[in-house]
């Protein structure tokens, strides 16, 4: 059993900069793809990043591209999700989510992740 509790969240305004953290207890996240999902109000949760085990490997959502970094600490048994240039349409919660795998692929459905964490809510005002 995987008990994953993210933080960082907040309101801030748009064009900020925000880094959620994850910090995952019960077993070594080394054996997890980890990634982080969005729920936007009265949208469904979707992956907006992922990392691989050994972290070598990333997915950024396309709307997202080139403000997001996702990088994780084996060792600290954490992971991060930096989020620059905030936008509203940003807004939403975020969770941090563990994919138990044997290989470096990446998964992007929510249903291929394992355990999760309660989110963190990101408001973001214009």
């Known amino acids: 059993q995987v008990h994953l509790v993210e933080s960082g969240g907040g309101l801030v305004q748009a064009g900020a900069s925000l880094t959620l953290s994850c910090a995952a207890s019960?077993?070594?996240?080394?054996?997890?793809?980890m990634g982080w999902f969005r729920q936007a109000p009265g949208k469904e949760r979707a992956l907006v990043a992922a990392?691989?085990?050994?972290?070598?490997?990333?997915y950024h959502v396309d709307s997202m591209k080139g403000r997001l970094t996702i990088s994780r600490d084996n060792a600290e048994n954490t992971v991060a999700l930096q989020i620059n240039s905030l936008k509203p349409e940003d807004t939403g919660v975020y969770y941090c989510?563990?994919?138990?795998?044997?290989?470096?692929?990446?998964?992007?459905?929510?249903?291929?992740?394992?355990?999760w964490g309660q989110g963190t809510q990101v408001t973001v005002s214009s």
């Open positions: 019960g077993h070594t996240l080394s054996s997890f793809t």
């Open positions: 989510a563990a994919d138990w795998t044997f290989t470096q692929n990446i998964h992007i459905h929510e249903s291929d992740y394992d355990y």
């Open positions: 990392i691989s085990r050994n972290g070598e490997g990333t």
